[in-house]
Structures are given as structure tokens and as C-alpha cells.
């Protein structure tokens, strides 16, 4: 059984990965009884450095800390790097270049499709999940990042050909299945109005100087239900922007997604599965409703 004590919903993706939590690796179906804070459209400032979670549109962002993050271990599908404000999404930019300001594929800039994606259950309601390895090093401020905006789309084609490095055309990406903001101000800056702050030098809750982009810092679950009507070949692009709050003062932004692939012939599904037999549930010892 797995019990989790504190931590919140990252939690609980601790407590899997003490058992097999891999990344693109392993199909996830969790039972955990939790209440989830209610939240307003726009507005929220979700502030992970006092708190442990607090949901945006209906997506659960949490604290987690899964270690190691380094090459073999964390599974990138979407990695972007600029010094201050970033963004990019995943797709291939012709020529090894990612578009915006994500990496160079084959380094951190993969396809991903909606059947890849492996669903986690969490009070009875099915969730895909995100994970962020932030790698901001050092303490105080120089560790802080501030994620400024996360929208997901799906297509039945290659549709990043199209949308380039034009940002403003971000959503002909394909069909909008996640918004943490919408996309821009009518004067053509970022819209911030939902803003995650999130602490690259925590651990397990509390704070660790030495801490430099060993673990994860974010998970993100968004509703299954977000996705109703797209096949399982679809394309799934991952936005993200981040640092107009709180720059981006280091290494890149990883993300890696909780997919169904199981490279290592099932033995970790199999422990998984066995560690999981009895319901989890896990108390979060602090919730965010901030606005």
C-alpha cells in the first residue's frame, strides 16, 4: 500500500516513483481520494513555494520532486532555453532547430500523440500528466520561475509546419484541449492573468541550497475528459511559457510526459500494479485558492 503524508498531489507521483515511477515509460492508473480547491476562470496567482497544489481551469498543478532527471532517466519531449522570458512547444523545425525557443531535436524536442499518454486517476476523475524539471540552480530568487502559460492542442497532421515561430498563430496548431491563459492581450503581450510560481530549490516540501536541476520541480494534471474526439495518432503539441513573472535565469526547461511505453519488457508495470492493490490516498497539507 501506499500511503503518502504530506506533499500533496506530487505526492502521490513520489510515492509511484519510490515503486517504478518512470518517465515515458510506464502505464499509470492510481485511485487517490483528495479534494480539489475550486478555482475561477482568470486570475489565479498560484504561489507553489507556500503551497503544495491548486488547480487552473480545471488542471491540478502540483509540487513533486522525482529523481534523477539526467540523461536516460528523464524521457524530454519538449525542452526550451532563453535567458528572462521563454517559449516554444514541441515540433521540428526543419533542419534540427525547434521553433521559438525550444531545442534542437533529437535533444528535447520530440513527437508526442495522444495515445501515447497514459492516464492517471485521481477521486474518481481520469488525468494526463506533465512533469517539469526546471533546472534553476542556486537560492532565493535565482530559483524561483514563474510558468506564465500552458496550452495544448491536437491535430490529425503535422500542423507546427504551419505555425512556425509565429506565436500569434498558435492556435492553428490544431484543436485547443488545454488553456492555462489565453493566448494574448489585445495589445499584443503575454496574458499572465493565471500565474504558477514554483521553487526550483525545494525538496520534498522544503527547502535544498543544494538542489541544481537534479529532480523535477511541476507536474501538471489535465482532465482526460479534455481530450474527448482526438485519436490516438493525433499529434499533441505542448506550449509553454515561462518567466514573465519570474525570469528564466538558467539551464532549459524539460518536460517529460507520464506515457504507456514500458521499455523494460513490463517488470516495473508488474511492481507497480502489485504496490497499488490497495487504495492510496494521500493528505495534502496545504492547498492554493489564491487569487
Known amino acids: 500500500m501506499i500511503e503518502v503524508t504530506h506533499g500533496g498531489y506530487g505526492g502521490m507521483a513520489r510515492a509511484i516513483g519510490k515503486v517504478a515511477l518512470p518517465t515515458r515509460a510506464l502505464a499509470v492508473l492510481v485511485a487517490v481520494a483528495a479534494l480539489f480547491p475550486a478555482s475561477r476562470a482568470f486570475g489565479i496567482a498560484l504561489d507553489l513555494t507556500s503551497i503544495d497544489h491548486g488547480t487552473i481551469n480545471g488542471a491540478i498543478y502540483s509540487t513533486i520532486d522525482t529523481e534523477p532527471t539526467g540523461t536516460g532517466s528523464y524521457d524530454t ?22 521553433y521559438l525557443d525550444s531545442k534542437n531535436e533529437p535533444k528535447g524536442n520530440y513527437d508526442l500523440h495522444v495515445g501515447d499518454l497514459a492516464a492517471v486517476t485521481i477521486d474518481g476523475k481520469a488525468y494526463y500528466a506533465f512533469e517539469l524539471n526546471a533546472n534553476e ?15 495544448i492542442y491536437t491535430s490529425t497532421t503535422d500542423t507546427a509546419g504551419i505555425v512556425g515561430n509565429n506565436v500569434g498563430a498558435l492556435d492553428s496548431l ?58 490516438a495518432g493525433d499529434n499533441v503539441y505542448f506550449y509553454n511559457l515561462n518567466g514573465v513573472n519570474n525570469p528564466s535565469d538558467a539551464e532549459s526547461e524539460d518536460w517529460s510526459a507520464w506515457t504507456t511505453s514500458v521499455p523494460d519488457g513490463g517488470n516495473s508495470l508488474l511492481l507497480l500494479g502489485s504496490a497499488l492493490t490497495v487504495l492510496g490516498i494521500f493528505t495534502g497539507r496545504r492547498v492554493g485558492t489564491s487569487v
Not at 78 to 88: C, D, K, R, T, Y
Not at 206 to 230: E, R
Open 77 to 98: 519531449f519538449l525542452s526550451i532555453q532563453a535567458n528572462g522570458v521563454e517559449q516554444g512547444y514541441n515540433g521540428k523545425g526543419g533542419k534540427g532547430k525547434g
Open 174 to 231: 490544431g484543436t485547443l484541449r488545454y488553456a492555462q491563459n489565453p493566448l494574448l492581450t489585445s495589445t499584443a503581450g503575454f496574458n499572465t492573468a493565471n500565474s504558477v510560481t514554483i521553487d526550483a530549490s525545494k525538496k520534498d516540501g522544503k527547502k535544498d541550497p543544494k538542489k541544481d536541476g537534479d529532480s523535477s520541480d511541476l507536474i501538471v494534471y489535465i482532465p482526460v475528459s479534455n481530450f474527448a474526439g482526438a485519436g
Open 137 to 151: 540552480k542556486g537560492k532565493g530568487k535565482d530559483a524561483l520561475l514563474s510558468i506564465d502559460n500552458i496550452r
